[in-house]
C-alpha cells in the first residue's frame, strides 16, 4: 500500500473471515482508518492521503453497492488524490449465500432502511438480516411497509436489507450442527485460533478465554544447555509432548544461532500429528508419531523405536514447567536417560478475564465449553474456585480424550463428549455429532 492514498475497503455485510485478504492488508498498514458509519467527512479523508498518509475508508458491504460511498469515491477522483477500490461481498451475495433470499439486497442500519425500501410497495415482502454469515445470525421477515419500525429489533448493526423472502431449501447455513452456538475455547491463545476456526466452520460462536497464558521459563539457563549439548550430538532422541514445546525449543536454538541443523543427529518423536506439523513448519520430520496423543503411548512407541539403538539413550524432553510425568518415568524405568527441562511455563490470565467468563456463564450465554488437555480442565476450576462444578453445570462439556476426560471427573465435572480421536478436530467434530 503506497503512502498518499485513500483506499475505499469493503468489509462484507457480516463475518469478518469474508472479508478479501487485500481489504485485511489495507486495514493493517493504514495510518488513517475511518468506518462510514463514523461520521468523519470524505474531505479529510482527501486531505490526509494528500499529506501522504495511508487512509482507509471502511466501507460495511461493498463499496460499488453503496451509493453514499460511490459519491465518496467520485470525490477522491475529482480532488485528484490517488484512490484505489477494494471489493468485497455485497449484500446481494451474502444475503443469498447465507439467508437463502436470492434477489435485490442492500446494507443498511436500521435508521436507513427506509430509503433501501422506498420505492416498494407497502405489503412487499422484505428480510432484514443482522450478522450474516456469523453464529449470530439473524432473520426477520417483514413487509416494506413494516419495515423500518421492526428493523430495531435486530439492534443498530449494519444489517442486510433483502427484497423477498428467504428459500428454506437453501438456508444451509442456519443448519450447521454448531450453528448459534457459543463454545468456550479455554487454550492458550497462541493456540487458540485454530480450534476457534474449526468451530466458526461449524457454524459456532468461538468465546476464546486462554486458561493459561505461555511465557518463558524463569530459569532459561537448563533449555540453553540442553540445546548447547543438542548441537554436539549429545542427545539420541527429543520427545515433543506439545507444539509449544516445538516452538520454545526452536526458539532457543535459534536464540543459540542455529537451524535446523542443530537436530541433525538426534532423532524426534512427536505426540501427536499437531505436534508433527509444528515440526514440519521448521523443516524437521518427526522419526515417530504416537498412535494414541496421551504420555503413554509416546513413551511406547519410543521404546519400540529404540530397540535397534544404543543402550541407555539420553533423551531431551522439553515440556511446561508442570507436567505428568509418564513419559520420562516409563522411559527411565527402560534404562533410558532422560533430561526434563522446562521450555515454558504456565501462568492464569488476569483477573478481569476471569471475572467476565464467569458473568457469561452465570447468565448462561455459553453453551459447551471444550477441554484439550488436563492442564487446561485444572486451570480452569481453579479459575472458577469453589463454584467451578456448579458453574460449569449447565454448558456441554467436551474432551479432548480419556485422560482429560478422567482429569475433568476428578473434578467433579460431568462430560457430555470424548472425542474418539484425540486431536482438535476429533474434538470439534464429536462436539457437533452431539448435536446431531
Given at each position: 500500500?503506497?503512502?498518499?492514498?485513500?483506499?475505499?475497503?469493503?468489509?462484507?455485510?457480516?463475518?469478518?473471515?469474508?472479508?478479501?485478504?487485500?481489504?485485511?492488508?489495507?486495514?493493517?498498514?493504514?495510518?488513517?482508518?475511518?468506518?462510514?458509519?463514523?461520521?468523519?467527512?470524505?474531505?479529510?479523508?482527501?486531505?490526509?492521503?494528500?499529506?501522504?498518509?495511508?487512509?482507509?475508508?471502511?466501507?460495511?458491504?461493498?463499496?460499488?453497492?453503496?451509493?453514499?460511498?460511490?459519491?465518496?469515491?467520485?470525490?477522491?477522483?475529482?480532488?485528484?488524490?490517488?484512490?484505489?477500490?477494494?471489493?468485497?461481498?455485497?449484500?446481494?451475495?451474502?444475503?443469498?449465500?447465507?439467508?437463502?433470499?436470492?434477489?435485490?439486497?442492500?446494507?443498511?442500519?436500521?435508521?436507513?432502511?427506509?430509503?433501501?425500501?422506498?420505492?416498494?410497495?407497502?405489503?412487499?415482502?422484505?428480510?432484514?438480516?443482522?450478522?450474516?454469515?456469523?453464529?449470530?445470525?439473524?432473520?426477520?421477515?417483514?413487509?416494506?411497509?413494516?419495515?423500518?419500525?421492526?428493523?430495531?429489533?435486530?439492534?443498530?448493526?449494519?444489517?442486510?436489507?433483502a427484497l423477498g423472502a428467504p428459500d428454506d431449501a437453501l438456508r444451509w447455513f442456519e443448519r450447521q450442527p454448531l450453528f448459534g452456538k457459543r463454545v468456550?475455547?479455554?487454550?492458550?491463545?497462541?493456540?487458540?485460533?485454530?480450534?476457534?476456526?474449526?468451530?466458526?466452520?461449524?457454524?459456532?460462536?468461538?468465546?476464546?478465554?486462554?486458561?493459561?497464558?505461555?511465557?518463558?521459563?524463569?530459569?532459561?539457563?537448563?533449555?540453553?544447555?540442553?540445546?548447547?549439548?543438542?548441537?554436539?550430538?549429545?542427545?539420541?532422541?527429543?520427545?515433543?509432548?506439545?507444539?509449544?514445546?516445538?516452538?520454545?525449543?526452536?526458539?532457543?536454538?535459534?536464540?543459540?544461532?542455529?537451524?535446523?541443523?542443530?537436530?541433525?543427529?538426534?532423532?524426534?518423536?512427536?505426540?501427536?500429528?499437531?505436534?508433527?506439523?509444528?515440526?514440519?513448519?521448521?523443516?524437521?520430520?518427526?522419526?515417530?508419531?504416537?498412535s494414541e496423543f496421551v504420555g503413554e503411548a509416546l513413551a511406547g512407541a519410543l521404546l519400540a523405536a529404540m530397540k535397534d539403538g544404543p543402550s541407555a539413550?539420553?533423551?531431551?524432553?522439553?515440556?511446561?514447567?508442570?507436567?505428568?510425568?509418564?513419559?520420562?518415568?516409563?522411559?527411565?524405568?527402560?534404562?533410558?536417560?532422560?533430561?526434563?527441562?522446562?521450555?515454558?511455563?504456565?501462568?492464569?490470565?488476569?483477573?478481569?478475564?476471569?471475572?467476565?467468563?464467569?458473568?457469561?456463564?452465570?447468565?448462561?450465554?455459553?453453551?459447551?465449553?471444550?477441554?484439550?488437555?488436563?492442564?487446561?480442565?485444572?486451570?480452569?476450576?481453579?479459575?472458577?474456585?469453589?463454584?467451578?462444578?456448579?458453574?460449569?453445570?449447565?454448558?456441554?462439556?467436551?474432551?479432548?480424550?480419556?485422560?482429560?476426560?478422567?482429569?475433568?471427573?476428578?473434578?467433579?465435572?460431568?462430560?457430555?463428549?470424548?472425542?474418539?480421536?484425540?486431536?482438535?478436530?476429533?474434538?470439534?467434530?464429536?462436539?457437533?455429532?452431539?448435536?446431531?
Open positions: 500500500m503506497p503512502p498518499g492514498i485513500l483506499s475505499f475497503v469493503s468489509l462484507g455485510p457480516g463475518d469478518p473471515a469474508l472479508r478479501a485478504g487485500r481489504a485485511a492488508a489495507r486495514i493493517a498498514a493504514a495510518d488513517v482508518v475511518a468506518h462510514d458509519a463514523d461520521g468523519v467527512p470524505v474531505a479529510e479523508l482527501i486531505e490526509q492521503a494528500r499529506g501522504g498518509k495511508r487512509v482507509v475508508r471502511a466501507v460495511t458491504g461493498d463499496t460499488l453497492e453503496s451509493v453514499s460511498a460511490l459519491e465518496e469515491v467520485l470525490a477522491a477522483a475529482r480532488a485528484g488524490v490517488p484512490f484505489e477500490v477494494v471489493p468485497g461481498v455485497g449484500a446481494r451475495a451474502a444475503a443469498a449465500a447465507f439467508a437463502g433470499v436470492v434477489g435485490r439486497a442492500a446494507v443498511a442500519r436500521a435508521d436507513g432502511v427506509v430509503a433501501v425500501v422506498a420505492r416498494e410497495p407497502p405489503e412487499a415482502v422484505v428480510t432484514l438480516v443482522a450478522g450474516a454469515g456469523t453464529a449470530s445470525q439473524r432473520l426477520l421477515v417483514t413487509t416494506a411497509g413494516e419495515a423500518a419500525a421492526r428493523a430495531p429489533e435486530l439492534g443498530d448493526e449494519p444489517m442486510i436489507v468456550l475455547v479455554t487454550r492458550a491463545r497462541d493456540q487458540a485460533e485454530g480450534t476457534a476456526s474449526l468451530l466458526r466452520e461449524h457454524g459456532a460462536e468461538p468465546l476464546v478465554v486462554p486458561t493459561i497464558e505461555l511465557r518463558a521459563p524463569a530459569d532459561g539457563a537448563p533449555l540453553a544447555r540442553a540445546v548447547a549439548s543438542l548441537r554436539t550430538g549429545g542427545y539420541a532422541w527429543i520427545a515433543f509432548t506439545s507444539a509449544n514445546g516445538v516452538e520454545r525449543t526452536w526458539d532457543a536454538v535459534a536464540a543459540a544461532g542455529g537451524d535446523a541443523r542443530a537436530f541433525a543427529a538426534t532423532r524426534l518423536a512427536a505426540i501427536g500429528p499437531a505436534t508433527a506439523r509444528a515440526l514440519e513448519a521448521h523443516g524437521l520430520r518427526a522419526d515417530v508419531v504416537a539413550p539420553r533423551v531431551l524432553l522439553p515440556r511446561a514447567a508442570r507436567a505428568r510425568d509418564a513419559v520420562p518415568d516409563a522411559l527411565r524405568a527402560a534404562g533410558c536417560t532422560v533430561d526434563v527441562v522446562s521450555a515454558y511455563e504456565t501462568h492464569p490470565p488476569p483477573a478481569a478475564t476471569v471475572e467476565a467468563l464467569v458473568r457469561d456463564l452465570q447468565a448462561r450465554r455459553v453453551d459447551a465449553v471444550t477441554f484439550t488437555s488436563s492442564s487446561t480442565v485444572d486451570n480452569l476450576c481453579d479459575l472458577l474456585g469453589s463454584r467451578a462444578v456448579e458453574l460449569l453445570s449447565a454448558p456441554r462439556v467436551a474432551s479432548i480424550g480419556p485422560i482429560t476426560t478422567a482429569a475433568a471427573l476428578a473434578r467433579g465435572l460431568r462430560v457430555d463428549v470424548t472425542a474418539a480421536q484425540y486431536t482438535v478436530p476429533g474434538l470439534v467434530r464429536a462436539l457437533a455429532d452431539s448435536y446431531g
